[in-house]
C-alpha cells in the first residue's frame, strides 16, 4: 500500500466506488451525475480508461457495478469552492455538513471487506 496515500486519484476515486458498490441497490438502472472536484478524476470516469494501473483497478470495479446494475454514470466538473457539502466532510466540518445536508444519514456505512481487498491489491 505504499504510496497510495500520495495519489489522489485513487483516494478520491476510492469513496465513489464504495458508494456505488454499497449503493447498488438503490442506483440500479439509474442515470447518475457525479459532481467532482478533481477534474482529472471526472474525466477518467467519462472514459472509462486511465493510465495508471492501480487506478484502473478501481475504475474496472466501477465499471462492473456499473453493468451488473445497469447504471449510467457521468462525472462533472464543479471547483472545490462551490462543492460545499463535499468540502466541508473533507474538513470534517460536521456542524455545518449536517446544516448543508440534514437528510444525510447520521451513521457512517461500514465499508465491506472485498473493496479493502481492492485497495491492498494495488
Known sequence: MAGITRNITLLELF??????????????NKQVTLWLD??????LINNNS??????????QSLVRCQLEGNMAIRARHV????????DTLSRF????????????????TTVPGDLWQLVEAI
Do not use: T, Y
Open 79 to 86: 471547483a472545490g469552492v462551490h462543492n460545499e457539502v463535499a
Open 38 to 43: 478533481n477534474h482529472a478524476v471526472a474525466q
Open 93 to 108: 466540518q460536521w456542524v455545518r455538513f449536517r446544516s448543508l445536508a440534514p437528510r444525510a444519514e447520521q451513521e457512517g
Open 15 to 28: 469513496p465513489i466506488v464504495v458508494a456505488f458498490s454499497v449503493r447498488a441497490d438503490v442506483l440500479a
Open 50 to 59: 486511465a493510465k495508471c494501473p492501480r487506478v484502473l483497478v478501481l475504475l
